[in-house]
C-alpha cells in the first residue's frame, strides 16, 4: 500500500503489478517524471541509491507485452499464496515479494531480513513454486516494522505540510525502508524527518542525493554514486 498526497492507493496483487517487477509500487513524483535521487538512512552505514532512474529491465525483461506471455502460473500461484500467508507466518523476517530477474520474469523474489533456512523451506512449501524459480533476497526491515513507521508518516503528513514539508508519496520499498517523495531538496528539511521517523526512512527527491550524517542529520549532500 502505498500513500500519495494523503489518499491512500491499495495496490492490487495482479499479474499487471506482478509484471511491473514487483508486489510493492514504487514512487512516482507529481507531473509522472523519475525521480533523480533517493536518500536512505544508515543501517548500519548510509545507503545512497544511483542518481539514476532505476532500469527498469533490472526486473523481467523490461517490456510488460513480453512479461505476460512469460510468466508462469506457477510463479503467479506462489506470490499470491507467500503474500497472504509470511506476513503473520514470519513476521520477524518477511518484508515483500515480487517478480522477475533481469532478463527473466518467471522468477519469484521473497525479501527477508534473515536468510534462515528453515524460513525458506516453509515459504517453498508454502508457494508450491519450483525452487529453481524461487530467489531469497536479504532486506533490512521487516514489513511489520515499516507498517508503524508508514502509518505515523500518514498521520503527521499535513501538519508536515503546514511546515512546507511536501510529501508526496510515500510507502515501504521492497528492503523494508519507508521511501517518502518529497518536493525540492532541503537538507533541513531532511533531516528534521529523520528525526521524526527514525532510520527505516529513505528520500525521494528532485534534485542531488543525500544521506544522513552522523545517525540521522542530512547537513550536506552526499556525492552521485556512479
Known amino acids: ?81 507467500v503474500r497472504d500467508y509470511a506476513p503473520t507466518a514470519h513476521p520477524d523476517v518477511y518484508t515483500d515479494i515480487g517478480s522477475g530477474t533481469r532478463g527473466d520474469p518467471d522468477v519469484l523474489r521473497i525479501y527477508l531480513t534473515e536468510l534462515d533456512p528453515v524460513v525458506e523451506a516453509d515459504l517453498l512449501r508454502v508457494a508450491g513454486t519450483p525452487p529453481e524459480k524461487v530467489l531469497f533476497l536479504q532486506s533490512v526491515y521487516s514489513a511489520a516494522a515499516a507498517k508503524p513507521v508508514a502509518e505515523k508518516v500518514t498521520a503527521l503528513s499535513e501538519d508536515l505540510r503546514s511546515e512546507g514539508i511536501q510529501l508526496t508519496s510515500w510507502g515501504m520499498d521492497t528492503d523494508g525502508y519507508v521511501d517518502i517523495s518529497i518536493e525540492g531538496h532541503d537538507p533541513a528539511q531532511i533531516d528534521r524527518l529523520f528525526t521524526l521517523f527514525g532510520p527505516a526512512v529513505k528520500f525521494t527527491t528532485d534534485t542531488l542525493p543525500a544521506v544522513a550524517l552522523d545517525g540521522g542529520s542530512a547537513a550536506a549532500p552526499a556525492p552521485a554514486v556512479p
Open 1 to 81: 500500500m502505498r500513500t500519495r498526497s494523503g489518499v491512500t492507493v491499495v495496490v492490487a496483487i495482479a499479474v499487471a503489478a506482478i509484471l511491473a517487477g514487483c508486489a510493492s509500487a514504487p514512487a512516482v513524483p507529481v507531473g509522472g517524471e523519475a525521480p533523480d535521487a533517493i536518500v536512505a538512512a544508515p543501517a548500519p552505514t548510509p545507503i545512497v541509491a544511483p542518481s539514476a532512474p532505476v532500469d527498469q529491465a533490472e526486473f523481467g525483461t523490461g517490456d510488460a507485452a513480453t512479461d505476460m506471455t512469460l510468466l508462469s502460473s506457477e510463479v503467479v500461484n506462489g506470490l499470491l499464496a
